[in-house]
Nanobody, 124 residues
């Protein structure tokens, strides 16, 4: 198993930046593909970005391409989400998630382990 703890959320103005972190403990971090999801009020949870075990392949939702960057530091057991040019529609609870299988999956049901979430609020 792996335990995930997110941090770095907060309230920023539109156009600003945030960096989310997700620290993992338990099984070797490099055994997991990692992803960031978000869920806005009244909406379904959606994938924002995902990264393979080695960090060599990433995926982004169309809505965040060019603005968000996912990265990981396997030595520090941490995955990051750098968010630039933030918009009010980015407001949501952001969750990190871990998938112990090979490959890169993008569905909520594909991920076995979840953090508690961190609130990101973007004011206009």
């Amino acid at each position: 198993q792996v335990q995930l703890v997110e941090s770095g959320g907060g309230l920023v103005q539109a156009g600003g930046s945030l960096r989310l972190s997700c620290a993992a403990s338990g099984r070797p971090f490099s055994s997991y593909a990692m992803a960031w999801f978000r869920q806005a009020p009244g909406k379904e949870r959606e994938v924002v970005a995902a990264i393979r075990r080695s960090g060599g392949n990433t995926h982004y939702a169309d809505s965040v391409k060019g603005r968000f960057t996912i990265s990981r530091d396997n030595a520090k057991h941490t995955v990051y989400l750098r968010m630039n040019s933030l918009k009010p529609e980015d407001t949501a609870v952001y969750y990190c998630a871990a998938d112990g299988r090979y490959g890169l999956r993008l569905g909520v049901r594909d991920y076995d382990y979840w953090g508690q979430g961190t609130q990101v609020t973007i004011s206009s």
